[in-house]
């Protein structure tokens, strides 16, 4: 299936250790994202998968806990039964306890007997960030923290500046930085890559975008799950830095980041740093804290964690001076919504006030650009145009609509699809650097220290959150009820 693949797709054969493998995040999305790149020709019958557990599993059994996952994206597919036994005969599961040392030397021989040199050995921490030290141990023991061996690790990385530099540095007493891929689900969006060619490769927008044309930016990640299962993590975390750290920094990273001078990891990382340390520290009046309603019996006792946060970051450079970030996320709100709105100010001079033409009203609607993330993944322009028929100018609000999935024909693929594609390819464009990492710990800090002294406002599940917010009439429709029929 790789000849119909542009040759920018092609991914070199690769062994995925997944340490944790049998665990929820490698069945949810790790192995089914594996599972949809065999389908679209990516991953070949070159690659190995090894599944790593604390527990002995067998392949059926472990087909078992994968086909749920897996059913969604299989109803769309020809012969989905079919390509998924064919896809496990990649699969090899392998049961080591990280816990005992040198646990993993007898897998290295197993893993490097047909490897040949060079070939990217992949592995995929899906454990607890506490453990990572201890796996990087148990890989350097086995012989396996080779030149071409790559490490993966997901968020959170620390709960504070403190203990992120610790963990990277457990990291980085086996595996060398350009090994290391931090994940963040958010970068591989398909959206959020847009966004920087939408930027960067139309004269007509970035000419636009800076303090003179735009009012103000706001990045929305509304979800409509409470903590679930995740509660006694959540309740440690909270939105700040479950959310806030990592996901909506590195969108206003990509919204307000200078352009590169050449469209690889180091120069697109170091504009995205370079916006982190721009960030003007946030005041107290700034941060807006909430929890919902049911949140205490759920995690079993009276807390004070936010389950939502609101704050207004303000960027001190040449490019956005004065131009306010509104920046939201919240569990159990009224939508499921990941979406960034750029309000352009209004025209200087209004030829049509004087004749009392303003359609819709006496309040003007300013032009705004809206990137929605997720759900229903586009591109929006709201516009004024005139209103068609006679009777003079009469001005309305339009837009400008580009709906990914009315305008592709094909499947959009999942972050994860996209992200493990580029580690086997040894792109680190979309993966954060330490620099980066310690950068929004040194703004983040500061928030969660003025969290810690507020009482966050008690909203109701299924609703927009407090109702005391710093946003006031600055607020956008990220809960469109046109977006919410779509």
């Not at 989905?80 to 021989?109: C, H």
């Not at 006030?353 to 759900?375: H, M």
Request: charged residues 25%; hydrophobic residues 40%.
């Amino acid at each position: 299936m790789t000849e119909s693949l542009p040759q920018s797709a092609i991914v070199p054969p690769s062994d995925y250790v997944i340490i944790g493998g049998t665990g929820d995040l490698s069945l949810r999305k790790i192995v089914p994202a594996l599972f949809l790149r065999y389908v679209a020709g990516q991953v070949t019958d070159d690659f190995r998968i090894f599944i790593v557990g604390r527990h002995a599993l067998d392949l059926a059994e472990f087909k078992a806990k994968l086909q749920p996952h897996c059913r969604e994206v299989m109803a769309g597919i020809d012969n989905a039964a079919k390509l998924l036994d064919q896809f496990l005969r990649l699969v090899e599961i392998t049961r080591i306890d990280m816990s005992v040392a040198n646990s993993m030397v007898g897998f290295a021989d197993t893993l490097l007997a047909k490897a040949h040199a060079g070939r990217p050995i992949i592995f995929y921490l899906s454990i607890a960030p506490s453990l990572f030290g201890v796996a990087c141990r148990r890989i350097d023991e086995a012989g396996l923290a080779l030149p071409q061996s790559r490490l993966v690790v997901e968020k959170p990385i620390g709960h504070d500046l403190k203990s992120s530099q610790a963990t990277n540095d457990e990291l980085l007493s086996t595996f060398t930085e350009e090994q290391i891929y931090r994940i963040d689900h958010y970068l591989g969006k398909e959206t959020v890559q847009n966004l920087m060619a939408l930027r960067f490769a139309n004269v007509i927008f970035e000419a636009l975008w800076n303090n003179r044309y735009i009012d103000n930016i706001q990045i929305t990640v509304a979800e409509i799950v409470g903590v679930g299962g995740r509660a006694d993590y959540y309740d440690k975390y909270g939105a700040i830095r479950d959310m806030l750290q990592n996901h909506l920094l590195q969108l206003l990273c990509l919204v307000a980041m200078e352009p590169p001078a050449r469209f690889n990891a180091d120069q697109v990382r170091n504009e995205k740093k370079r916006v982190l340390e721009a960030l003007r520290p946030a005041k107290f009046e700034d941060v807006v804290l909430g929890q919902y309603q049911e949140y205490a019996d759920e995690v079993g006792a009276a807390t004070t964690t936010e389950t939502y946060v609101a704050l207004k970051i303000l960027i001190d450079n040449w490019r956005w001076a004065g131009v306010p970030f509104y920046i939201r996320t919240g569990k159990k709100l009224a939508t499921r919504a990941s979406e960034i709105a750029i309000t352009f100010k209004n025209r200087p001079h209004d030829i049509f006030a004087k004749n009392g033409i303003r359609g819709g009203g006496d309040e003007e609607i300013p032009n705004r650009l809206i990137i929605r993330v997720q759900p229903h993944e586009g591109l929006r322009l709201l516009l004024t145009s005139k209103e068609p028929g006679p009777g003079g100018m009469r001005l309305f609000p339009s837009e400008l609509n580009l709906s990914f999935g009315e305008t592709f024909d094909e499947r959009l693929p999942d972050a994860y699809e996209r992200l493990l594609m580029d580690i086997a390819r040894g792109n680190q464009t979309l993966f954060m650097r330490l620099d980066e990492v310690l950068a929004a710990w040194e703004f983040i800090d500061p928030i969660v220290a003025m969290a810690q002294k507020q009482t966050p406002l008690i909203y109701r599940a299924g609703g927009f959150g407090p109702e005391d917010t710093l946003f006031g009439n600055q607020t956008y429709g990220w809960l469109d009820p046109k977006e919410e029929e779509a």
